[in-house]
């Protein structure tokens, strides 16, 4: 079987699978890491970056839209997002999300919460049968309550630490100035549940679960071809 860059199959499926909605899109929101950079370059060699508003999820994404030679806006200065593509760190049967390896997640999950259709772009290894089986919880704090929140986890019953930086001395500071806390979780048995306890702790600013708030997964594997997961029947009314 011939073997391809998964990620800019991801990129490929997510044009000819939602061209139409992203040429009626008028505000197009952008997420952020590897997967997300490899869409764009597809949707940037179909011209579909072109006479759109872009709003960008985080600094990084912002840079590499203004490396492409666009004009990224904030997400304050648009009323809504017509169509919002990002990538994920698991995806679980029910559609649900665990993201924030890039720190992102508040930036992402306004985007997602303000956007009209949410679509994400994963690889294969991306699925799971249960949230936090591959990866920790990533969690933002405000720097005041950082350690409390960090204690406050771990009377959960969960290990909490601070991510560290490669670039500098201390824990990963996030574009808003928030502490970001790994949490580890193990495989979460209801993540809506999980989400509600961390969110509740004084101090914490955002969590990596996004619940509910998927439209439509794209997924490509080491071949070349991709399948889509359709959750618009799970979708809040």
């Known amino acids: 079987m011939a073997r391809c860059n998964a990620k800019l199959e991801a990129g490929r499926g997510l044009v000819e699978r939602f061209r139409g909605l992203i040429e009626e899109a008028r505000v197009l929101g952008v997420g952020t890491g590897s997967t997300v950079r490899a869409a764009l370059r597809v949707l940037r060699d179909e011209g579909l970056l072109e006479g759109r508003i872009l709003v960008a999820s985080s600094v990084d994404t912002a840079l ?3 490396g492409m ?3 990224p806006v904030m997400p304050s200065v648009v009323s809504g997002v017509d169509f919002y593509f990002d990538g994920a760190d698991e995806v679980d049967p029910g559609g649900n999300l665990l993201k924030g390896r890039g720190a992102a997640m508040l930036g992402e999950k306004i985007l997602a919460s303000m956007a009209r ?3 994400y772009v994963v690889t294969e290894e991306k699925l799971v049968d249960r949230l936090g089986s591959r990866r920790p919880l990533p969690v933002e704090a405000v720097p005041w309550a950082a350690e409390y929140v960090r204690r406050r986890l771990e009377g959960m019953g969960y290990r909490a630490e601070y991510r560290r930086c490669q670039g500098k001395d201390g824990p ?3 574009d808003w100035g928030g502490v970001v806390i790994d949490v580890h979780t193990g495989p979460m048995e209801d993540p809506r549940a999980v989400e509600a306890e961390v969110s509740s702790i004084p101090g914490v600013v955002a969590t990596g679960l ?7 997964v794209v997924v490509a594997g080491p071949g070349c071809g991709y ?8 979708r809040p009314r």
Do not use: H, K, P
Not at 227 to 234: H, I, K, P
């Open 69 to 71: 030679g666009y004009r």
């Open 227 to 234: 399948r889509v997961l359709d959750f618009t029947g799970r």
């Open 172 to 174: 990963v500071v996030t």
């Open 117 to 119: 259709v949410r679509v």
């Open 210 to 216: 996004f619940i509910g708030l998927t439209d439509y």
């Open 64 to 66: 590499e839209l203004a």
